[in-house]
């Protein structure tokens, strides 16, 4: 009986080793594929993570931006309430430490779950973080932080694999950046992301002070298929009238057959720098 078992083994043995290495090699082909998928979305985080740090660096250099602490200090005082006055600092913050990569500045949102508010970052914000702009500056892009490999101890030289290694992974950063400016672009083209919305200044009195500022409204257009669709269509401010009335001259790629070229649009408070229609803001272009 031993013997016949013994047999049968010896028998079976080739088949069985070769459905275990067909067993392996799908292992090793289902890691691989998780590996591959998990790289696609962290560098697919990475890009968008540029994306939004180059957003950030422009509002830098748009009125925007709270450059001084007195400036802070004023701005924070002009905002009336506390919702809006969290949202702005939190966004001060980010401009910084997401657009700058200062994330060691960073201040937490909250803590054993209850909020900080408004004026304790905005102190931190002064304290902390607007010193360092003399330190710093304001960096021209932002750096692209891609997965990369562990950096290990060295013996001895680099050898020429290692530098091969290097160049391909700064070979890579250039693509990735390429990639996410591209990806900036496509989501700004789908309404996925709007730079202009997070440039626009503080909101303006509808007074003499608008005419020959260049405006944009948010209007709706029927297309000839049926469809709607939204567009910010760009004129400049010829006449300011009362109650937010003002008349607008608009440019001429704007204009469709039987557009009337100067009407007069109301410019409601409630509606700046929104993404509804009639919704209005500067002509950054």
Not at 65 to 74: E, G, V, Y
């Amino acid at each position: 009986m031993k013997q016949s078992l013994l047999t049968y083994a010896l028998s079976i043995s080739p088949t069985v080793r070769k459905e275990e290495k067909v067993a392996l090699e799908m292992q090793r082909e289902a890691k691989k594929e998780k590996q591959k998928i998990l790289l696609d979305r962290q560098m697919l985080a990475c890009k968008k993570e540029y994306a939004d740090a180059s957003t950030y660096i422009e509002m830098a250099h748009s009125p925007r931006f709270w450059s001084t602490k007195t400036m802070a200090k004023d701005r924070f005082k002009s905002l009336t309430s506390h919702t809006v006055r969290l949202d702005a600092v939190k966004e001060q913050i980010r401009i910084r430490v997401l657009g700058f990569g200062w994330k060691e500045l960073h201040h937490p949102w909250s803590r054993d779950g209850k909020a900080f508010t408004p004026q304790q970052l905005l102190d931190h914000l002064v304290a902390v973080i607007l010193p360092e702009k003399s330190k710093r500056g304001i960096p021209d892009k932002p750096e692209m932080n891609l997965p990369s490999r562990k950096n290990l101890p060295q013996l001895g030289q680099k050898t020429a694999d290692v530098d091969a290694l290097e160049m391909r992974y700064e070979m890579q950063k250039e693509k990735a950046v390429e990639e996410a400016v591209q990806m900036r672009e496509d989501l700004e083209e789908e309404g996925m992301m709007d730079r202009h919305e997070k440039l626009q200044p503080p909101r303006p009195e509808v007074d003499e002070k608008l005419i020959d500022v260049k405006m944009e409204i948010l209007y709706s257009y029927d297309e000839p298929d049926g469809s709607t669709s939204n567009m910010w269509c760009q004129g400049t401010v010829v006449a300011v009238k009362k109650n937010n009335r003002v008349h607008i001259k608009w440019n001429e790629s704007t204009l469709r057959e039987g557009d009337i070229e100067i009407t007069e649009e109301t410019l409601l408070k409630s509606k700046y720098n929104k993404h509804v229609l009639g919704g209005w803001r500067y002509s950054l272009d």
